[in-house]
């Protein structure tokens, strides 16, 4: 039996750990993650590392060696194309930065496959936006995120020296979970960047925009707690724009419906997802408007009972007409779900169980100022808003989840020990 997982993200991840600890150690299958990536890190912590405040060269797990540990096989690669009446998958070649040939296409065989390839950041066609924003899709994006803003800031130091009014300007276009989060992070880091040397850095050099096209920020959170996010970062002096529809993009600057131009040192575009339209492209399975493979409530898609979608990827409807969230505990959740399927599938049966989606809440941390949200569903009975430490808490527990999946209570255990003496023993920023 061979079951390929498509896509190391949290749900994909998880689901080959489990597999793997299941069927491949015991050779009951042959177990495949692929991934275009040699090492993954969990998508809500991109924003810190485009901040700086998380140092992705401690955080990030190699899938070789996790594969190694775990059971299953790894192989790096990017998916091209699907032939269903075959069960085959094809890989693309692999070239390195120079454009030399590092593997060439490959086809692999399966019996069952999990497409968990995620999502990417939806421009909405606006003209411009690919060209001049900064996406945070990736860890390579947000590693480029921070080099600019390092290099930025060292500038801005020193052009200070000589011109009080020398200010660096990031523009956000997306208030949702990551463009509040990074508005927050990348305002810690102006401040910890002048404890480290750049003593001409004033807090009102650092200006920035926070730009949302609907009435509020967080629409996916209840009204108080967006009100009190907003609250926030009006107090750390960030220009929080709503009902601002961004029309396009130009080098430095994004111009609204209404011709208003909102210049910037750095533009970032966070609104919205979809998936990238080379994966809806390479099979006849169904899409929806955002190129979310369709599935039945078992999570396998519409036309294929031997293929499943989860996370970001995957449209799976609800009882209410709604399509579940695309959230990290939603890929959490799929992942244990499709597992337990595939688990009644190689055990003979023929009914599978329908996945019901649990909103446990939502949390938005604001850097080291504030962490607000809500707790929902099973957690207390209804809705509970939370703030201050205790949403810090629940927030943190969420990443200590997906550690747990993957490593266990021991390594997990371990792990919070590594990150509470790191904190000791490390800068508080990235400085490179």
């Not at 050099?205 to 009435?215: D, F, H, V, Y």
């Amino acid at each position: 039996m061979r079951i390929i997982v498509v896509g190391g993200g949290a749900g994909g991840l998880e689901l080959a750990t489990k597999l793997g600890r299941r069927y491949g150690k015991k050779k009951q299958a042959e177990v495949t993650l692929i991934d275009r990536n040699n090492s993954h890190l969990w998508k809500p912590l991109l924003h810190e590392v485009a901040s700086g405040s998380l140092d992705m060269g401690v955080d990030s797990l190699s899938y070789r060696a996790h594969a190694f540990n775990h059971h299953f096989r790894f192989k790096l690669g990017s998916l091209s194309g699907i032939d269903r009446s075959e069960k085959t998958i094809t890989l693309a070649p692999l070239s390195d930065d120079e454009g030399q040939a590092v593997l060439p296409e490959r086809t692999l065989n399966y019996d069952i496959l999990v497409l968990a390839l995620g999502s990417v950041t939806n421009d909405f066609g606006t003209p411009g936006v690919r060209d001049n924003a900064i996406f945070l899709d990736a860890p390579s994006q947000a590693e480029r995120f921070h080099r600019k803003l390092l290099n930025g800031l060292l500038k801005l130091n020193g052009r200070a020296q000589s011109d009080a009014d020398a200010v660096y300007r990031i523009a956000i276009v997306g208030a949702g979970a990551t463009g509040v989060e990074l508005s927050a992070e990348l305002h810690n880091t102006f401040n910890i960047m002048r404890a480290y040397g750049l003593s001409e850095l004033k807090s009102e050099q650092l200006k920035i925009s926070l730009i949302e096209a609907g009435p509020r920020i967080l629409p996916a959170l209840p009204e108080r707690i967006s009100a009190s996010a907003h609250k926030e970062l009006v107090a750390l002096g960030i220009d929080v724009k709503i009902n601002t529809l961004v029309a396009r993009s130009d080098p430095g600057a994004f111009v609204t419906k209404d011709e208003q131009v909102i210049d910037a040192d750095i533009l970032v575009w966070a609104a919205g997802i979809k998936v990238p339209d080379q994966f809806a492209a390479m099979s006849d399975l169904a899409t929806n408007r955002i190129n979310q493979w369709q599935v039945r409530p078992t999570l396998q898609t519409t036309l294929d009972d031997h293929i499943y979608a989860l996370g970001d990827c995957a449209s799976c409807p609800m009882a209410d007409g709604k399509t579940v969230p695309p959230r990290a505990q939603s890929a959490h959740q799929m992942a244990s779900h499709v597992y337990q399927n595939i688990r009644l599938q190689l055990a003979g049966e023929t009914t599978l169980k329908a996945y019901v989606y649990t909103d446990y809440g939502s949390l938005v941390n604001l850097s080291r100022y504030s962490t607000v949200g809500s707790l929902m569903g099973n957690l207390t009975r209804g809705t509970m808003l939370i703030e201050g430490r205790i949403a810090r808490f629940m927030y943190v527990s969420l990443y200590r989840m997906h550690q747990l999946a993957l490593h266990g209570w021991f390594k997990t255990g371990l792990r919070i020990l590594s990150d509470s003496l790191n904190k000791v023993l490390r800068p508080r920023l990235k400085l490179h």
